[in-house]
């Protein structure tokens, strides 16, 4: 049995931690990928539907797998309870969703999600735009006012600062195009965009925010590969601040108050599944961090968790298999550099 497994345990939920984890130095450059005209990044209409295998009933979605049902529990936010089906986990994504999903074709056989901080770059985007503060720091009493579990708002706090601080949207994008990208990822990227279109559907899921990514992004040719990209919106007001915004609310008590990935990849599967009328292949996730392993937690015995090695989703990770054994389901393939994730798909592919 692939794709996600059945609902979210109590036991999940314990173990769903939220650990900041950051590492603050900086390289000069980013590398990009060449150009190509054929790839995973080239999609078309999406067929009609065949048949209907997800029945959405009472917050249980039901997803029939191979002959089996495979019920997936979609806990109801306090927004959802007021105004709208019990089944809804973020108004904002699944908006997202619905208005973009007909856009990606339905013949992928893989879903591949991605982290961005620490997994696609080699550094945390949050740490790197206070290089635009005077001096290359923030004050103590700003940093001062960080509460754990609302990263969120403190982000908030740091960029209406630097606006403050005469920070402009030029500064902003600078500092982010110059981010490396991590060992092997462009490799990795690159890979995604010349296999043949039905083969990959690739996500971003991130919990940094849509500007510092899209601009990464861009100055590196990636964005194309990514069809569908799940960040905290961000946009510039008219008096030039970055004004960002948390991407939904949700019920998991252990994680940031603004983004838990697990519930977006819920979703995301569930919708998907139902557009296509059929389950995904093998679903991998890519990151490395604790709340990567969140949302890992939702795969199953066929899909495969690629944690950066000795990072915390890693760590973590371990320690559950030893502590509670087989409540982590999916393959573990750690990897220092992306090019050990190719080499991994390759065979899985091929498969």
Excluded at 37 to 63: K, N
Excluded at 66 to 91: E, F, K, M, V
Excluded at 200 to 225: M, P, T, Y
Aim: hydrophobic residues 35%; proline residues 7%.
């Amino acid at each position: 049995m692939g794709g996600l497994v059945g609902a979210v345990t109590s036991t999940a939920a314990a173990v769903c931690l939220s650990v900041t984890y950051k590492r603050a130095y900086h390289r000069p450059t980013v590398g990009t990928l060449p150009h190509s005209e054929s790839g995973s990044d080239q999609t078309g209409p999406t067929p009609g539907i065949i048949g209907t295998p997800l029945l959405i009933q009472c917050g249980i979605a039901i997803v029939n797998h191979g002959g089996l049902n495979i019920h997936l529990l979609l806990c109801p936010t306090p927004s959802s309870r007021r105004g709208g089906p019990p089944w809804i986990q973020s108004r904002r994504s699944e908006i997202t969703m619905a208005s973009n999903s007909a856009n990606i074709s339905s013949d992928k056989r893989f879903l591949i999600f991605f982290d961005f901080d620490e997994t696609i770059v080699d550094e945390t985007s949050d740490d790197m735009v206070v290089q635009a503060a005077p001096g290359q720091h923030l004050p103590d009493w700003l940093k001062d006012t960080y509460q754990p579990g609302r990263y969120n708002e403190y982000m908030q706090r740091v960029l209406a600062y630097l606006a403050e601080q005469g920070v402009t949207e030029s500064d902003i994008r600078s500092i982010m195009e110059k981010i490396p990208a991590s060992p092997g990822m462009l490799t990795l990227l690159q890979f995604l965009r010349t296999r043949p279109p039905q083969d990959f559907e690739v996500v971003l899921l991130s919990d940094a925010n849509s500007f510092f990514i899209e601009s990464w992004l861009r100055r590196a040719g990636a964005r194309q590969i990514f069809h569908r990209v799940f960040s905290n919106p961000a946009t510039f007001n008219k008096d030039g601040r970055l004004v960002m915004r948390p991407f939904h609310s949700h019920d998991c008590a252990r994680c940031p108050n603004n983004m838990c990935k697990q519930v977006v990849v819920r979703d995301y599967v569930a919708r998907r599944t139902q557009e296509r009328g059929r389950p995904y292949q093998r679903i991998f996730y890519v990151g490395d961090g604790a709340n990567d392993f969140c949302p890992a937690l939702a795969l199953g015995p066929r899909d495969v968790a690629f944690p950066r090695r000795d990072f915390p989703m890693h760590r973590l990770i371990t320690e559950t298999h030893e502590a509670m054994p087989g409540d982590f389901k999916a393959v573990t393939v750690p990897w220092a550099s992306g090019e050990e994730v190719v080499q991994r798909l390759r065979r899985l592919v091929a498969e």
